[in-house]
């Protein structure tokens, strides 16, 4: 099978002012954990305590794994068609949203 790799947010772009403070970018995914278990979807016992201390944190409620293991999940997540849509020969052919980034400059670290 051939085709064509495709790339995705080749223009993405950080915009920074004078004087601005360094930003650090942090995408946590508990893709292996059930999210009416988490802290920060109100379940009732606080399981993201570290978390929920951070004053600009960004949190995410409605999102949904695309399968049962880490290696169908992530590719899924960070791409464009979303979980309804996604194809995993799609994840092969593109980019995906940690691309993007790297093309606006912003390290990545995996951990």
């Known amino acids: 099978m051939s085709f064509t790799f495709r790339t995705v947010g080749k223009d993405a772009r950080t915009i920074s002012h004078v004087?601005?403070?360094?930003?650090?970018?942090?995408i946590v995914?508990?893709?292996?954990?059930?999210?009416?278990?988490?802290?920060?979807?109100?379940?009732?016992?606080?399981?993201?305590?570290?978390?929920?201390?951070?004053?600009?944190?960004?949190?995410f409620s409605e999102v949904t794994a695309c399968g049962t293991s880490t290696a169908v999940s992530f590719p899924c997540m960070f791409s464009l068609p979303g979980r309804d849509d996604y194809v995993s020969a799609y994840a092969q052919q593109?980019?995906?949203?940690?691309n993007a980034l790297a093309h606006a400059g912003i390290e990545g670290h995996l951990a």
Do not use: M
């Open 94 to 98: 593109h980019e995906s949203l940690l």
């Open 29 to 59: 995914v508990g893709e292996t954990a059930r999210a009416a278990n988490w802290g920060l979807n109100g379940y009732g016992r606080q399981t993201t305590p570290i978390l929920a201390q951070q004053p600009d944190i960004i949190h």
């Open 19 to 26: 004087g601005d403070k360094l930003t650090l970018f942090v």
